[in-house]
């Protein structure tokens, strides 16, 4: 059974701090790993992935990759209330996505 | 308009009617995915497609079917739906050589008394 672990939350930040979801996986086969932000009441969209172990930057946000641990974690700075919403870790098994449970992240002005 | 949509965005049916949920999508990728999102579950895989003569089954295919009619269309049935089948459901595309990216419809949200 593949599986991707995440806290569920609620995560509260202050406006303006670092915001740092975390996320586990069970396969050490995994190649890719993704990071989805839903508002609630919509859809899920991508917000960046990650392939190689390491960091990988895109404007606030930064994504994390260990696989020796088998974590991926994604780092938002400068946080802001728009942040506000649930992120899910998702993980690349051969064809098929699998997904975390996510984690609500609240973020306080 | 939306590159991907779903219909009906909203249903309420009961035990044992068949219903059915459609997706269609604009961007012309080839692979098509249901999913259903339930608190604290995150999404499921239900069922996805390659293809149109391709159809796989997900993780939680029980109780469920789909038909891929075109390119652009992926339907997926209840046969005869049961309460816990009441859930949020997504169809989702991908591009063959960018299949990383999923893009989700704004979803179906589905209530079974």
């Known amino acids: 059974q593949k599986e991707v672990e995440q806290n569920s939350g609620p995560l509260s930040v202050p406006e303006g701090a670092i915001a740092s979801l975390n996320c586990t996986y069970s396969d050490r086969g995994s190649q890719s790993f993704f990071w989805y932000r839903q508002y609630s009441g919509k859809s899920p969209e991508l917000i960046m992935f990650i392939y190689s172990n390491g960091d990988k930057e895109d404007g606030r946000f930064t994504a994390q990759l260990n696989k020796a641990s088998q974590y991926v974690s994604l780092l938002i700075r400068d946080s802001q209330p728009s942040d506000s919403a649930t992120y899910l870790c998702a993980v690349l098994y051969g064809q098929n996505f699998v997904f975390g449970p996510g984690t609500r992240l609240s973020v306080l002005p | ?113």
């Open chain 2, 1 to 113: 308009d939306a590159d991907v949509t779903q219909t009906p965005r909203n249903r309420i049916t009961k035990t044992g009617k068949r219903i059915m949920l459609e997706c269609s999508q604009t961007k012309g990728h080839d692979r098509m995915y249901w999913y259903r999102q339930d608190p604290g579950l995150g999404l499921r895989l239900i069922y996805y497609s390659f293809d149109v003569k391709d159809i796989n089954k997900g993780e939680i295919s029980d109780g469920y079917s789909v038909s891929r009619q075109a390119q652009a269309k992926f339907s997926l049935s209840l046969e005869s739906a049961i309460p816990n089948q009441t859930a949020l459901y997504f169809c989702a595309t991908s591009d063959w050589d960018s299949q990383e990216t999923q893009y989700f419809g704004p979803g179906t949200r589905l209530l079974v008394l």
